[in-house]
Every structure is written in C-alpha cells, then in structure tokens.
C-alpha cells in the first residue's frame, strides 16, 4: 500500500518534466539548456526534441546556458542585437564596425597569428585578461580547432569563461564546448580507439552520428590523426625534420607518445581502410559508419589483422 502514493508521485513528476522540456524545446532551447533545467535523461531529451522539432537538435555556442538569455554584455541575444543593428543602420549616420559596438558587440583587437607557440600564447593571455586559468592541453585543443581563426578563438575563450566557473578551464570542459565540430569528435574518437577502447570509440562515433555529424567529417577527423602520427613516426625516424612534417611540435609531440606499438605495416593498413570507408561514405547504397565501425576496429588493434 505504501510504494503507490511514491509511484504515483515519480509519474507526476516526470509528466511535469517532460512537459516543461517540451516547452522549452519550442522556445528553442539545445540540449545544454533542457540537461540543465530538467531531470530526464540524455536519450529521452534526444527522442523528445526529435518528437516535437521533427529534427535533430542543433549544436552550437549558443544559447549554451539559462544565464545566456538574461545576459546584456558579452552574450546579447542574437534577435534583440540585430533588431538594434537595423535600428541603427537605417537612423544613423555611423560605419558598420560603429553600427555593432553600438548595438552591443565588443571589439576587440586580434593579432595575425603565425607560429603554433604565438596561438597557444594568446589563448592563454585571454584566459589570463579573465583573470582564469587553463590547462595546457584545453589550451592546446582550442589552438588546434581554431587556431586559424583568431577571432573566433578569442570569443570562444570569453564564452568558455561566460558558461563555465572551471579554473583553469579543463579539456572536458573544451570538448563538451566544441561538440558540434566534427574535427573534435572525430579526434576523441580516434583517442578512444588508440588507446585500445573500441567499444568506447564505437559508442562514441555513433552518438556523434546521431547528433548530425556526417560520417565523411569523422573520417576526415580520424585520417589527419593518422597522418600526424605517421609524421610523428617520420620525425622519431629522423626520415624528416620538424620544421618538415609543418605541424604544431606539441601535436608531434602528442603524436609520438601514441607509437607505442605500431610499425609502419599496421599505420599503412588503418590508412588504406579510411580510404575505402571515405569511398563508401561517398557511394549510393553503402553503408559509411559501418565503413567507420571497421575502421576503428583496426584502428583500436594498431593495424592488426584479427
């Protein structure tokens, strides 16, 4: 007679959850947003957004968090910001670069960054300007997805230190931030099969893949992997220079401590069996993560056959 007062109290209450999801899926939220703000799990959040948005739910840097939308400076709403742009584009007698600082962005000054050690400098100067920290391998990361692009690599920092209270700002933290790239999952990926956790790697490939992510870009993510460890190789050889194999001497240096174990034989067959899954991912009537599954395998067994 006693369980059924709290059984029935567990299903008004998750009726009460999953009715507030729903609602905030249809004001827009993403999945940072509904994890925080509700109790339902993971997979049910997925099949309930799936339900009601009849898609996938999207990914990206914002809005990552509830403070997102109460927040004026730094992070202003994107339809309230462009309301105030075109206010002031069609009544004002400002340049464009005036027209957004006065509707609320910030301008800040971004160095044409070259070597490798002149990105991570920076990186951890923002972090510094915040008055936070950050682990050298978060630094690393954020280099190596966005190095190229200083200016997003500043405001991904400021976003970084907006969202989380971390310090320093730890690479989960980073990863769990550029989920909706596909160089990053694709690298965690090939981490978690390097270190010889298949299924691991498996469950992770898919979960990307259900989130959107194209199998063509995880391949892509998994082969650039393998060629910066084959350059690793190369270096360690003494076959080429570092300044030869042109890649960050950190991501070498990474690349090298993942050799153990591998021989030239076994880095040429895992190489060969992303060609043929980029094939497949390419093909009508294939079956690309399929392609992706087998590749992982023999990633995880360094090339081996079975």
Same mark, same amino acid.
């Not at 584009?89 to 960054?113: F, H, W």
């Not at 978060?138 to 969202?163: I, K, P, S, Y």
């Given at each position: 007679?006693?369980?059924?007062?709290?059984?029935?109290?567990?299903?008004?209450? #998750?009726?009460? =959850?999953?009715?507030?999801?729903?609602?905030?899926?249809?004001?827009?939220?993403?999945?940072?947003?509904?994890?925080?703000?509700?109790?339902?799990?993971?997979?049910?959040?997925?099949?309930?957004?799936? #339900?009601?948005?009849?898609?996938?739910?999207?990914?990206?840097?914002?809005?990552?968090?509830?403070?997102?939308?109460?927040?004026?400076?730094?992070?202003?709403?994107?339809?309230?910001?462009?309301?105030?742009?075109?206010?002031?584009?069609?009544?004002?007698?400002?340049?464009?670069?005036?027209?957004?600082?006065?509707?609320?962005?910030?301008?800040?000054?971004?160095?044409?960054?070259?070597?490798?050690?002149?990105?991570?400098?920076?990186?951890? =100067?923002?972090?510094?300007?915040?008055?936070?920290?950050?682990?050298?391998?978060?630094?690393? =990361?954020?280099?190596?997805?966005?190095?190229?692009?200083?200016?997003?690599?500043?405001?991904?920092?400021?976003?970084?230190?907006?969202?989380?209270?971390?310090?320093?700002?730890?690479?989960?933290?980073?990863? =769990?931030?550029?989920?909706?790239?596909?160089?990053?999952?694709?690298?965690?990926?090939?981490?978690?099969?390097?270190?010889?956790?298949?299924?691991?790697?498996?469950?992770?490939?898919?979960?990307?893949?259900?989130?959107?992510?194209?199998?063509?870009?995880?391949?892509?993510?998994?082969? +650039?992997?393998?060629?910066?460890?084959?350059?690793?190789?190369?270096?360690?050889?003494?076959?080429?220079?570092?300044?030869?194999?042109?890649?960050?001497?950190?991501?070498?240096?990474?690349?090298?401590?993942?050799?153990?174990?591998?021989?030239?034989?076994? +880095?040429?067959?895992?190489?060969?069996?992303?060609?043929?899954?980029?094939?497949?991912?390419?093909?009508?009537?294939?079956?690309?993560?399929?392609?992706? #599954?087998?590749?992982?395998?023999?990633?995880?067994?360094?090339?081996?056959?079975?």
């Amino acid at each position: 007679m006693t369980a059924t007062p709290t059984v029935a109290k567990s299903v008004l209450n #998750e009726s009460k =959850q999953i009715e507030r999801a729903a609602m905030l899926i249809q004001m827009g939220a993403r999945m940072q947003v509904l994890e925080s703000e509700t109790t339902l799990s993971y997979e049910r959040l997925i099949r309930l957004y799936k #339900e009601i948005a009849g898609k996938s739910p999207s990914k990206g840097q914002l809005p990552f968090s509830t403070d997102w939308f109460l927040t004026w400076q730094e992070n202003i709403h994107s339809s309230l910001f462009l309301n105030i742009y075109e206010y002031l584009a069609k009544g004002a007698s400002l340049d464009s670069v005036e027209q957004l600082t006065k509707a609320g962005a910030y301008k800040d000054a971004v160095a044409d960054l070259k070597k490798p050690e002149a990105k991570l400098n920076f990186v951890m =100067q923002c972090f510094e300007r915040r008055k936070r920290r950050v682990e050298p391998m978060a630094a690393q =990361q954020l280099v190596a997805v966005l190095g190229d692009r200083t200016g997003e690599l500043a405001a991904m920092v400021g976003q970084l230190c907006f969202d989380f209270d971390d310090n320093p700002m730890t690479l989960d933290r980073v990863n =769990q931030y550029l989920t909706s790239n596909p160089q990053v999952d694709g690298f965690r990926v090939a981490d978690l099969a390097l270190s010889g956790r298949t299924a691991d790697a498996i469950i992770a490939m898919r979960s990307s893949v259900e989130q959107g992510t194209a199998p063509i870009a995880l391949i892509g993510a998994l082969a +650039m992997k393998l060629r910066t460890m084959a350059k690793a190789s190369a270096v360690r050889a003494g076959t080429i220079s570092t300044a030869e194999a042109k890649t960050n001497p950190w991501v070498l240096k990474n690349a090298t401590r993942q050799l153990s174990g591998w021989t030239s034989s076994g +880095m040429s067959a895992c190489i060969q069996m992303l060609a043929w899954a980029d094939e497949q991912s390419k093909t009508n009537g294939s079956d690309p993560v399929y392609a992706l #599954e087998r590749s992982i395998e023999l990633i995880s067994r360094k090339g081996h056959a079975a």
